[in-house]
């Protein structure tokens, strides 16, 4: 479309909009046609927000009535369980005791 092909259809455009016939709503109070306005406004409703809920446990098919002893679970597939052992000294009653501790976390495997 060339720019003078556009400049037309533009100023035939504003002349129609200019020759239109006034409306009903040109006759009405203006506190009318704001009460118009408003109802027009509110009778259209939203749409309602979709939430999309998945279970914090995907694998888990069950549900269970007492907490999980793990706050974290296996997070899937692809994962290895990587832990990292030590002897750590403990002052007991008895006497200082060594005593073996472990720390465990989950890593992408392969």
């Known amino acids: 479309m ?14 129609l909009l200019g020759a239109a016939p ?3 709503s040109a006759q ?19 749409a309602r927000t979709r939430i999309r809920v998945s279970p914090q446990y995907p694998y888990r098919t069950y549900s ?16 290895v369980r990587e832990c990292s052992s030590w002897l750590a000294p403990e002052n007991r009653p008895s006497g200082p005791v060594i005593v073996p501790k472990m720390r465990c976390w989950w890593q992408p495997g392969t």
């Open 64 to 79: 269970t009535d007492y907490p999980v002893q793990n706050k974290y679970d296996y997070p899937g597939p692809g994962y």
């Open 2 to 15: 060339t720019r003078s092909t556009a400049i037309l259809f533009a100023a035939i455009g504003a002349a």
């Open 28 to 46: 009405t109070s203006p506190a009318a046609a704001a009460g118009n306005r408003d109802t027009e406004f509110s009778s259209q409703a939203r």
């Open 22 to 24: 006034p409306t009903a």
